[in-house]
């Protein structure tokens, strides 16, 4: 098989688009409370129509690709993208955005299915950990550029004197003046439309499923599911991406609510580093991993995230500005750990297994909305305590797991006498 290093950067960009239309909710939900006047319940009801279609689709998706292989399917999903997109910045109201952004969901979901094999046949399986990491970081990059596109944006848009630029003018004329941060859906239906082109003239290569990429079976997946510790696993995972959408999704909101910060800056760029610093701590994570068993250090970053988050909820205004990123930080190597001790777990079916913990991501549905939904009525302070549940059942884990095969490490021993020779 010829290796194709355009592939592997169209996979990477892949990865940073999905990025830059998933992870813009948080910094627009003041912007959804206010000018669409709906309860903070109703605006996390934007988020859960996004990641609910993560549960709907994830298995399905894996079916459809091994079917009609990546590149009609990756296609369909870059098109259903840019028709959600379309939809909200022709028409930007409530009722339009729950739909288009189910749409826009469940194009991402099967974007997730479809482009790691891709990866790892495009860039060989040799180099498909780096290049495994390396796409993280293109996410990751991307989650913190989003926001600061919606702060300028609205910055420039609300301002006519400053639209001079022609990009500026025409977003001024496509987007309502009451509505600037609608012009990011604009973007998004631009970039997914590129996509769209781009892709139709590109030869893929061909993809021979590893075992641990395929579908399977539904009855491989009635077998999974009639363990307990598949079903252990699955709520983890789904209270991991509950505790991390249910973080960034009202870091903005909090702000402003409580110390007075501008959701348009301030707001926008503590919700840009919360992702900056989750890409970060991936790093750490990597290295500690080498040293300390996984469990280990999972217990360690959940429990740091929790003081972090106490701090941010009880803290001054200054400590809350800075203490929230820091949440994501220390949530950075959560979910990687999670998926490993999941797959190391069980002895067979990994492929189905993958697509159950996939569905999990629908936690990312349900978090924001129990805490808009308690903080309607107890107040956004007191509906963001409700993460003290979800962080501390990821805790759990680093208690019970019981891999069959643990993560390498190096002792430090081994490391020092190394370094003196």
Same mark, same amino acid.
């Given at each position: 098989?010829?290796?194709?290093?355009?592939?592997?950067?169209?996979?990477?960009?892949?990865?940073?688009?999905?990025?830059?239309?998933?992870?813009?909710?948080?910094?627009?939900?003041?912007?959804?409370?206010?000018?669409?006047?709906?309860?903070?319940?109703?605006?996390?009801?934007?988020?859960?129509?996004?990641?609910?279609?993560?549960?709907?689709?994830?298995?399905?998706?894996?079916?459809?690709?091994?079917?009609?292989?990546?590149?009609?399917?990756?296609?369909?999903?870059?098109?259903?993208?840019?028709?959600?997109?379309?939809?909200?910045?022709?028409?930007?109201?409530?009722?339009?955005?729950?739909?288009?952004?189910?749409?826009?969901?469940?194009?991402?979901?099967?974007?997730?299915?479809?482009?790691?094999?891709?990866?790892?046949?495009?860039?060989?399986?040799?180099? !498909?950990?780096?290049?495994? $990491?390396?796409?993280?970081?293109?996410? =990751?990059? +991307? &989650?913190? %550029? /989003?926001?600061?596109?919606?702060?300028?944006?609205?910055?420039?848009?609300?301002?006519?004197?400053?639209?001079?630029?022609?990009?500026?003018?025409?977003?001024?004329?496509?987007?309502?003046?009451?509505?600037?941060?609608?012009?990011?859906?604009?973007?998004?239906?631009?970039?997914?439309?590129?996509?769209?082109?781009?892709?139709?003239?590109?030869?893929?290569?061909?993809?021979?499923?590893?075992?641990?990429?395929?579908?399977?079976?539904?009855?491989?997946?009635?077998?999974?599911?009639?363990?307990?510790?598949?079903?252990?696993? !699955?709520?983890?995972?789904? $209270?991991?991406?509950?505790?991390?959408? =249910?973080? +960034? &999704?009202? %870091? /903005?909101?909090?702000?402003?609510?409580?110390?007075?910060?501008?959701?348009?800056?301030?707001?926008?760029?503590?919700?840009?580093?919360?992702?900056?610093?989750?890409?970060?701590?991936?790093?750490?994570?990597?290295?500690?991993?080498?040293?300390?068993?996984?469990?280990?250090?999972?217990?360690?970053?959940?429990?740091?995230?929790?003081?972090?988050?106490?701090?941010?909820?009880?803290?001054?205004?200054?400590?809350?500005?800075?203490?929230?990123?820091?949440?994501?930080?220390?949530?950075?190597?959560?979910?990687?750990?999670?998926?490993?001790?999941?797959?190391?777990?069980?002895?067979?079916?990994?492929?189905?297994? +993958?697509?159950?913990? /996939?569905?999990?991501?629908?936690?990312?549905?349900?978090?924001?909305?129990?805490?808009?939904?308690?903080?309607?009525?107890?107040?956004?302070?007191?509906?963001?305590?409700?993460?003290?549940?979800?962080?501390?059942?990821?805790?759990?884990?680093?208690?019970?797991?019981?891999?069959?095969?643990?993560?390498?490490?190096?002792?430090?021993?081994?490391?020092?006498?190394?370094?003196?020779?």
């Amino acid at each position: 098989m010829t290796r194709s290093r355009y592939m592997v950067g169209l996979v990477f960009l892949v990865f940073f688009v999905m990025s830059l239309v998933t992870n813009i909710l948080g910094p627009i939900i003041p912007d959804i409370i206010r000018d669409f006047h709906v309860s903070l319940a109703a605006a996390a009801f934007l988020g859960f129509f996004f990641f609910i279609a993560y549960g709907v689709m994830s298995i399905p998706a894996g079916f459809w690709v091994e079917k009609y292989s990546e590149k009609p399917v990756m296609i369909t999903a870059f098109v259903a993208a840019t028709l959600g997109s379309l939809s909200f910045a022709l028409f930007p109201s409530y009722s339009v955005a729950l739909g288009s952004l189910f749409v826009m969901g469940a194009g991402m979901a099967t974007l997730q299915v479809a482009v790691n094999p891709l990866l790892r046949v495009s860039g060989g399986e040799e180099h !498909f950990a780096f290049n495994s $990491a390396f796409a993280q970081l293109i996410f =990751g990059l +991307a &989650s913190f %550029i /989003s926001p600061r596109i919606y702060s300028y944006l609205v910055s420039n848009l609300g301002d006519p004197a400053k639209a001079q630029s022609f990009p500026l003018r025409l977003f001024s004329q496509l987007t309502p003046r009451d509505l600037p941060w609608a012009s990011m859906y604009w973007i998004f239906a631009v970039a997914t439309l590129l996509m769209v082109v781009l892709l139709v003239f590109t030869r893929f290569p061909k993809v021979q499923r590893k075992e641990d990429e395929s579908a399977g079976s539904w009855q491989m997946y009635r077998e999974l599911l009639r363990k307990p510790i598949v079903w252990f696993f !699955f709520l983890s995972v789904f $209270a991991y991406v509950g505790s991390e959408q =249910g973080t +960034a &999704s009202w %870091i /903005s909101e909090f702000l402003a609510k409580y110390h007075g910060y501008d959701p348009h800056t301030t707001g926008a760029a503590a919700v840009s580093w919360f992702w900056g610093l989750l890409t970060a701590g991936c790093f750490i994570g990597m290295g500690l991993l080498k040293i300390f068993d996984s469990r280990r250090v999972l217990i360690a970053f959940s429990v740091l995230a929790l003081l972090c988050l106490s701090a941010a909820l009880f803290g001054s205004a200054q400590v809350a500005l800075y203490a929230f990123p820091a949440v994501g930080l220390f949530a950075s190597i959560m979910w990687p750990v999670l998926v490993s001790l999941a797959l190391n777990s069980v002895s067979e079916h990994h492929g189905p297994f +993958a697509g159950i913990l /996939s569905t999990g991501i629908m936690g990312g549905a349900v978090a924001p909305v129990i805490i808009g939904r308690i903080g309607d009525h107890f107040g956004l302070r007191a509906g963001l305590c409700f993460l003290y549940f979800t962080f501390g059942c990821v805790l759990t884990v680093g208690f019970w797991a019981k891999p069959l095969i643990t993560n390498a490490t190096v002792s430090l021993k081994k490391i020092a006498s190394e370094a003196v020779t």
